[in-house]
């Protein structure tokens, strides 16, 4: 197990998941956070299910301004590597505002990349995604499917794929792992940590979980008329703590290498759920009412994808294990012990 690890987004919604693994394996960890999307309140909460060697450095990596700073706190850490989250995520506001996208997503990445040749510590696990992928693959997607992002978040995440892999060709002392998450749920079981997006939720299981705490009075679903099972679109929903088991294998795998390597690993549990088994599944866990009313596509999304998980078990001897129900157990565990997020 890699021992010092500089976590990038740390306070966010999957990095909290990273860290509290990460400790709990006796790792030391350094997070840069500008809390731009998280609140300071998750990393006492980290510390809590998880304590150990945590230092939060609250700066924003796309900021120039902050670079020096960042560059001197990676330097006297001494890391033996980074695990890379910060950035931005909304996919509406990555098509209202591509320019900030491209600034801060790469920006930040570029600003990481030159702190760790600083310190001499060159193996790199970055949160890419299954957004990277186009809609004609077939299910389950590989590695090697079609790359044809749909939206300037996805290239975002695509350029610096292929950013770091220009990277580790040019210096063959870069190890580094693109993970692509297929869709993150759920919460840790002690109902400490979770999501807590800011404004509507766009994604599903926050904007169940807020209808089913009354938040919300009704959920869209959007069509009802895609070629799947039941006529909504289905997705591989992972448990946030599986992924968050999935980076630290990732950390151990490329410790294990004595060559240089940029790898592209899919993360998801390789079944698919539709968005009304979720809903139900989600029914059963809270025992609360889910009203929702079929509304029309959104711009955008497939009809179905999800992940073939083969090469994260070959390579990293990992893979997701808990179920949908579980998911739906420890996202609304999370939800109803924390109504407002951090902030209740
Ligand atoms: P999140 O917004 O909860 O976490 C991101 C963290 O990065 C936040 O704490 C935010 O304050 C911080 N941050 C943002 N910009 C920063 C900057 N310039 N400098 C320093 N810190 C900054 O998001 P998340 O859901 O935990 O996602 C983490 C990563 O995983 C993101 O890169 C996201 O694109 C990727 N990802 C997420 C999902 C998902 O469904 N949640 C799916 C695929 C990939
Ligand atoms: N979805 C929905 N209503 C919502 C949010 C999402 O019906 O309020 C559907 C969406 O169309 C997709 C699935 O739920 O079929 C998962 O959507 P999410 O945004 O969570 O993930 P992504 O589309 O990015 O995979």
Redesign the pocket.
């Known amino acids: 197990m890699t021992k010092r690890i500089v976590v ?8 909290s998941h990273v860290c509290v693994e990460l400790l709990s394996r006796g790792a030391a960890l350094l997070v ?7 609140h300071p309140e ?1 990393i006492n909460r980290i510390s809590e299910l998880a304590p150990g060697d945590i230092r939060l450095i609250e ?5 120039p301004a902050h670079k020096d700073d960042i560059v001197s706190a990676v330097r006297e850490f001494h890391p033996d590597g980074a695990i ?6 909304a996919v509406g506001e990555s098509v209202a505002e591509p320019a900030m996208y491209y600034r ?2 790469l ?2 990445t570029l600003t990481l990349v030159e702190a760790l040749e600083a310190a001499n510590a060159r193996s790199l696990v970055f ?5 990277v992928y186009g809609d004609e693959n077939a299910n389950p997607v590989s590695e090697t499917g079609r790359t044809a992002p749909a939206n300037p ?1 996805g290239r975002t ?1 695509l350029f610096i794929e292929e950013m770091l892999k220009d990277i580790a060709r040019a210096d063959s002392r870069w190890r580094t792992v693109n993970l692509r ?1 297929f ?2 749920v759920g919460a840790h079981p002690s109902g400490r940590i979770g ?2 997006p800011n404004g509507i939720p766009n ?1 599903l299981f926050p904007f169940i979980a807020q209808v089913a705490v009354c938040k919300r009075k009704t959920l869209s679903v959007f069509g009802d008329d895609y070629p799947t099972r039941d006529g909504t679109g289905v997705r591989d929903y992972i448990h946030v703590c599986d992924l968050a088991r999935g980076h630290a294998a990732a950390l151990d795998y490329l410790d294990k290498q004595t060559t240089g390597c940029a790898l592209d690993v899919n993360l998801g549990t390789g079944t698919g759920y539709s968005v009304l088994e979720a809903i139900a599944a989600f029914k059963r866990a809270s025992n609360r009412d889910i009203p929702f009313s079929i509304a029309p596509r959104r711009e955008g999304d497939v009809a179905e994808i999800y992940a073939d998980a083969d090469r994260a078990k070959k390579l990293f001897d990992w893979r997701a294990d808990k179920s949908l129900e579980a998911m739906c157990a420890d996202h609304w565990r999370w939800q109803s012990q924390n109504p407002d997020g951090y902030k209740s």
Do not use: V
Request: glycine share 14%; net charge negative.
């Open positions: 990038t987004g740390g306070a966010g919604y999957i990095g840069i956070d500008n809390l731009a999307n998280s998750a700066r924003d990596l796309a900021n890379h989250l910060a950035g931005l995520k801060i997503n920006g930040a949160s890419s995604s299954a957004t978040y995440k998450y869709n993150p999501e807590d994604n």
